[in-house]
């Protein structure tokens, strides 16, 4: 006979796409005595967890909520519990459950039942809106809309590695964009720093973003991966549209890193407290010119290490004509090091609105890779 943790997880995915949380807490008032079951998704811009059901969203630093989110561990206060829901290190919130059961055994279920309801999130992603509707404090522009839904996702967790980005403004993005994958063997990372306004910016980093994946999953090597997605480009736009991306490879097993510049983002390594820029090979940017032979360069690096790679928009966000720079970046990623990338992306980006009052207006990425170790 089924225990209630596997009553919930089969109440999951048994549930209609648009009623998973209804469907599970029907279940667990049926298990478990309660009565109250809400999740809570964090928005685009990582300011605020949004009720799927409605009503006031969670904003405070050191509420209850974000303690759960950002420790990513079980939390009860007051009565009430929450449990973090995401899948591989991918965070998409928290959930609510009052009353919490005493028994520290249904704790841990519960537990396990807020990850099966991330699972279930990513599973109908694709077929129903309302979950994506529900995690946005206002509309997002078409751009914006286009560049979201092209990414892999905000985070990545695995024994070997630990990765994180974010865009902004998250609600009016326009060129500015990451992409990654792993086979267990190495991981790919490209960032592209656009260029272009409104959806015309949009497009282009799409056309870059595919063109990639197409050389990668054809399992070309880095270099010709730029090549491809450099012809693309120039074959529609001639030369008159390019960008500039940053391409890097990890070898999981050793830790040698394969980077191609194509007048990249800056990368950044940050190691036992020191930050220093790596120097690179600076190619010309994607669809800039016909037929551009890309060169590889490898780097070795070192447990523990972290790697940032972040825009122009970043360094060049101003306000009252002061420039936050190199400086006061460099100084802000040393403060990060105890953080979890996905922490540490948010931090600065928090950091870079508070230095400009509100929102960014140039787009900026911000992407953070902590190297682990080769794992058996």
């Keep these: 006979m089924s225990g209630p943790e596997d ?21 667990l008032e049926r298990s478990y005595g309660i009565t109250r079951t809400e999740l809570y998704q964090v928005d685009y811009r990582l300011a605020a967890l949004l009720p799927l059901g409605g009503g006031e969203s969670i904003v405070t630093p050191g509420h209850p ?87 892999p996702g905000r985070s990545r967790i695995r024994p070997s590695f630990s990765l994180a980005g974010q865009l902004e403004p998250a609600y009016a993005v326009r060129g500015d964009g990451f992409d990654w994958s792993d086979d267990g063997q190495r991981l790919w990372l490209s960032v592209i720093n656009g260029s272009g306004e409104g959806v015309a910016a949009s497009m282009l980093t799409s056309l870059a973003t595919h063109a990639l994946r197409n050389a990668r999953r054809a399992q070309l090597g880095l270099a010709d991966q730029a090549a491809l997605a450099d012809q693309a480009i120039y074959a529609l736009h001639r030369g008159e549209q390019h960008l500039s991306a940053l391409l890097l490879e990890l070898d999981l097993a050793t830790g040698r890193l394969t980077v191609v510049d194509a007048g990249s ?40 290490d972290r790697l940032f790679v972040v825009s122009d928009g970043v360094i060049d966000a101003t306000a009252e ?3 936050y720079g190199e400086t006061a970046l460099d100084r802000f990623l040393r403060r990060t090091g105890p953080m979890e990338p996905l922490d540490a992306v948010r931090s600065l980006i928090g950091d870079l609105r508070a230095f400009v009052a509100g929102d960014l207006i140039d787009d900026a990425v911000v992407v953070c890779l902590d190297w682990l170790g080769p794992q058996p």
């Design 321 to 323: 004509r002061i420039r």
């Design 65 to 151: 909520a974000w303690r759960c989110f950002d420790h990513q561990e079980p939390t009860v206060s007051e009565g009430t519990g929450w449990f973090p829901v995401g899948m591989r290190g991918e965070r998409r919130g928290v959930l609510q459950i009052s009353p919490v059961p005493g028994d520290p055994a249904a704790l841990a279920e519960l537990d396990a039942v807020a990850t099966a309801l991330g699972h279930e999130l990513a599973a109908v992603a694709a077929t129903t809106d309302i979950y994506l509707t529900a995690r946005r404090s206002r509309r997002l522009t078409l751009a914006a809309e286009m560049q979201w839904e092209l990414l």
């Design 265 to 304: 983002p800056r990368l950044v390594l940050l190691r036992d407290g020191e930050v220093t820029e790596q120097v690179l090979d600076k190619q010309f940017p994607l669809g800039m010119f016909e037929g551009t032979d890309y060169r590889e360069q490898c780097f070795e690096l070192h447990r523990g």
């Design 7 to 27: 009553r919930a997880r089969r109440s999951l995915t048994e549930a209609p796409t648009d009623k998973l949380v209804d469907r599970l807490a029907t279940e």
